[in-house]
C-alpha cells in the first residue's frame, strides 16, 4: 500500500496550490479519502474528507470557502486545490485512506507535503 503526496511547495500569500495523492496497492473507489495537516508544536487536523463515491465532502471551517477536495477514481488521485493561501496554512500535508475489505478496517496514511506560504 503506498499514498504518495506532491505538489507541495513555497507559495505567496493568496497564492494557489494544487496536491495530489496518488495511491496503489488497495482498491481506492471503495475508501474515503481525506487530508490532514500538521505544523510544528499543534496536533494534526482534519483539513477535508471525501467519501468513496465523492458525494459527500466535509471541511475544515479554517479552509471552507478557499479548499476543494477532488477524487479521480480512475487515476486512484485524490487532490486538495487550495486557493487564497495564507500562512497560517502553513503546513505538513498527508492524505488518508479509510475503508474495509473482507479482512476488516483499515487505515493508511501518506507521508506528507511541504507547503509554506509565506506572507
Known amino acids: 500500500v503506498q499514498l504518495v503526496e506532491s505538489g507541495g511547495g513555497l507559495v505567496q500569500s493568496g497564492g494557489s496550490l494544487r496536491l495530489s495523492c496518488a495511491a496503489s496497492?488497495?482498491?481506492?473507489?471503495?475508501?474515503?479519502m481525506s487530508w490532514y495537516r500538521q505544523s510544528p508544536g499543534k496536533e494534526r487536523e482534519l483539513v477535508a474528507a471525501?467519501?468513496?463515491?465523492?458525494?459527500?465532502?466535509n471541511y475544515a471551517d479554517s479552509v471552507k470557502g478557499r479548499f476543494t477536495i477532488s477524487r479521480d477514481n480512475a487515476k486512484n488521485t485524490v487532490y486538495l486545490q487550495m486557493n487564497s493561501l495564507k500562512p497560517e496554512d502553513t503546513a505538513v500535508y498527508h492524505c488518508?485512506?479509510?475503508?474495509?475489505?473482507?479482512?476488516?478496517?483499515?487505515?493508511?496514511w501518506g507521508q506528507g507535503t511541504q507547503v509554506t506560504v509565506s506572507s
Open positions: 471525501m467519501s468513496s463515491a465523492g458525494g459527500n465532502t
Open positions: 488518508r485512506a479509510q475503508g474495509r475489505d473482507f479482512f476488516g478496517l483499515h487505515d493508511y
Open positions: 496497492g488497495f482498491t481506492f473507489s471503495s475508501y474515503a
